[in-house]
């Protein structure tokens, strides 16, 4: 499609995803705290939700038009927008449902949802580009995926629960007390969702829509992969809820290897993708090596971002979420000036800079709090547990880059792979007590 359709389609998304907190506002991981706590409550929970996100839903969808409007943008990206309005109600019902299944610790369906709507979204966007090239049509394709989502999610939960849970309900007191709950988590819903976003529509104002494409392929390889450490938050969040002041030491334990885990999967995202950034995004077609020094920046993003996942899950699963609310915001308002800063200056390099630094500061500003929550948490420990999975990520990108000239970039990612396996045996981050964990979780399976 080329940067500038490609810079057209990226901000008409950008503008409607920030727009799905509105449609949310909070109250899903309301509903996934307390389902995991009063298992009986979830069918009174999930109607008293629904009433609520019915209006929100409205409300945003009127919003996102609006916006694009106001500020100023062609026809063709209204257009977009007001299309991709109908993916954000369906991804914020079928986030509403996957929440419920979240309170059960019954996962394997939200990932059956993921995996088929994914795989709707690309092949019928696959086709698309390929018969019919046209940006209005890749959004149905957006909307194909959301609709398999929400097929997929609600059986399940009329399975669970039974049809009236899908009946709106009203009561006062009950919705009154989801509002009230849902605040704190909404202002970091909307934090999250504007200083993700807002660069997107700085680049577009200070620059143009091609840059915004150019910048697109950088970010969207970036945060393509943000899936990975949500596939964990959706375990260890109703886990760490289910014993919040009941058990500090599996609390912990659970805490820990979150952070572990989160880490055995972004060192080598990050070290290998920076290695082979240039080739990557060359991928994607002419008219987009320009991309290439910006994701070398913007990869390291992984890291804080990966490793934030545990630790805020571990703030909203004790009460603490006022704490992450106010660290989103402090972070919101970094990125917004470094991004006001920096892209007039720098380009869409500097867009990548203020990234790196707002969600670094997230993390750190995270970590201060966890002692108050764990008295007997270490900085020391978790930082002994860290430190060889990214030295085998060190290891494994010194050797890419050696052997890349030689090899071709195709062939030495595999061989990357194996030098950070065996280098995390030989640096102790892997032992094979964890080994026998893997087997017997995929065993479940």
Not at 10 to 39: C, H, N, W, Y
Not at 199 to 227: C, E, H, M, P
Not at 304 to 314: A, E, K, N
Request: glycine fraction near 8%; proline fraction near 5%.
């Amino acid at each position: 499609m080329m940067p500038e359709a490609t810079g057209q389609y990226f901000l008409a998304v950008s503008i409607t995803v920030i727009f799905t907190v509105f449609a949310d506002m909070g109250i899903t991981p309301v509903i996934i705290r307390e389902v995991a706590k009063q298992p009986s409550r979830a069918r009174d929970l999930l109607s008293h939700a629904i009433s609520l996100k019915i209006p929100l839903i409205i409300f945003s969808m009127c919003g996102a038009i609006f916006t694009a409007m106001a500020l100023g943008y062609d026809p063709l990206i209204v257009k977009l927008v007001a299309l991709a309005t109908f993916v954000l109600a369906l991804d914020t019902t079928h986030l509403l449902f996957y929440g419920v299944l979240r309170g059960f610790q019954q996962l394997r369906f939200e990932s059956l949802g993921v995996c088929v709507g994914q795989l709707a979204t690309g092949v019928i966007g696959g086709l698309i580009l390929w018969l019919h090239p046209s940006l209005t049509l890749l959004v149905v394709a957006l909307i194909s995926g959301s609709t398999m989502n929400v097929l997929i999610s609600s059986s399940k939960v009329v399975k669970l629960l039974g049809a009236r849970a899908l009946l709106p309900r009203w009561q006062r007191a009950d919705t009154k007390w989801i509002i009230k709950s849902a605040i704190p988590f909404a202002l970091s819903s909307i934090f999250v969702k504007v200083y993700s976003y807002v660069d997107s529509i700085l680049i577009s104002k200070f620059l143009d829509v091609t840059a915004v494409g150019i910048y697109s392929v950088a970010y969207r390889f970036t945060y393509a992969f943000q899936f990975l450490p949500l596939a964990f938050v959706a375990a260890l969040y109703p886990g760490m809820s289910a014993v919040v002041g009941k058990d500090e030491g599996a609390l912990k334990r659970i805490f820990l290897r979150g952070m572990w885990y989160v880490a055995l999967l972004c060192a080598p995202l990050v070290f290998g993708i920076w290695a082979v950034a240039p080739e990557m995004v060359l991928l994607v077609g002419d008219g987009y090596a320009s991309a290439a020094p910006v994701l070398g920046v913007l990869v390291f993003v992984l890291i804080p971002i990966f490793l934030d996942f545990p630790v805020g899950s571990l703030l909203n699963a004790s009460g603490h979420q006022s704490v992450k609310t106010a660290i989103m915001g402090v972070t919101m308002i970094i990125n917004g000036a470094l991004n006001w800063i920096l892209i007039p200056r720098l380009g869409i390099i500097g867009a990548a800079y203020s990234a790196l630094a707002c969600f670094s500061f997230m993390l750190i500003a995270g970590l201060c709090f966890v002692p108050r929550i764990l008295p007997t948490f270490r900085y020391f420990v978790l930082l002994k547990s860290l430190f060889p999975i990214f030295l085998s990520g060190g290891l494994m990108l010194l050797v890419v880059v050696y052997l890349k000239p030689i090899t071709g970039w195709y062939a030495v990612i595999p061989v990357g792979a194996v030098v950070y396996l065996v280098s995390l045996f030989l640096t102790r981050a892997v032992n094979r007590d964890d080994i026998a964990l893997f087997r017997k979780s995929f065993r479940r399976l």
